[in-house]
């Protein structure tokens, strides 16, 4: 399984960016999709996830500016009223359960900079 991130950059506080996060390779049975991410010297920490049925969950940091959607193939992270704390690596996790049992894949991360 590969996981792969895209959509970070720069902007400005209070402004949108979008991230998304696409899994290749074996079929999971059920999943969930999970984004994390690790700011300059801090450890890495939860952002928001969905699940197989489209249930979510957010960190309280992010919540009510943050969403967490399926598009096609892929899962978004629409961030909107960005934040100079939002500054992070941003990685995609998929917890994946095939015949094998659950297993975890990370993505290589997305760098987001947000300006105050």
């Known amino acids: 399984v590969e996981v792969v991130e895209s959509g970070g950059g720069s902007a400005q506080a209070g402004a949108s960016l979008r991230l998304s996060c696409e899994v290749y390779?074996?079929?999971?049975?059920?999943?969930?999709l999970s984004w994390h991410r690790q700011g300059p010297g801090k450890e890495r920490t939860f952002v928001s996830s969905?699940?197989?049925?489209?249930s979510t969950r957010y960190s309280d940091s992010v919540k009510g500016r943050f969403t967490t959607f399926r598009d096609g193939n892929s899962v978004a992270l629409s961030m909107s009223s960005l934040k100079a704390e939002d500054t992070a690596m941003y990685y995609c996790?998929?917890?994946?359960?095939?015949?094998?049992?659950?297993?975890?894949?990370w993505g290589q991360g997305t760098q987001v900079n947000v300006s105050s």
């Open positions: 969905i699940d197989r049925r489209g």
């Open positions: 996790k998929i917890s994946c359960l095939t015949s094998g049992g659950w297993s975890q894949y």
């Open positions: 390779g074996d079929t999971c049975r059920d999943f969930e």
